[in-house]
């Protein structure tokens, strides 16, 4: 269910940053589903073995960098694959990288929240029906 959510929320920001930025085209909130589709399984099949080549390549130092990098560079090849979307340039890639990786650190952060929340209740529940 979180994956959808995450989904859901980065394709809303590929296409708000699609109308903020003058080099990014994209035709409809699915087409911006479609990239966000598409660069989640472009990331899990190719962005690992870049990241490990680029990780290894840095001694391991720079590894949230390489990470924004390699996600642009996953972006740009979306680019080329879905007809109804384009990025001139690879500044707009790279934003867009940055805006999805901030998105996705918050709501990391807000499941684990509500992971702490959810095992507070848990004993306080035990002790009352005790």
Known sequence: MNWIIELLVSAGVILLLAYILPQVKIKSFWTAL???ILVAILNFLIGWLLRGVLNLVTFFLLTS???????????????????????????????????????????????EGRAEISTVRQPVLQELTV
């Open 34 to 36: 479609w990239v966000a």
């Open 65 to 111: 960098i390489v990470r924004i990098i390699v996600a642009a560079v996953v972006i740009k090849l979306a680019d080329k694959l879905v007809r109804n979307f384009e990025i001139k340039g690879f500044w707009p890639a790279l934003v867009i990288a940055i805006a999805l990786a901030a998105v996705s650190y918050f709501l990391d952060s807000s499941d």
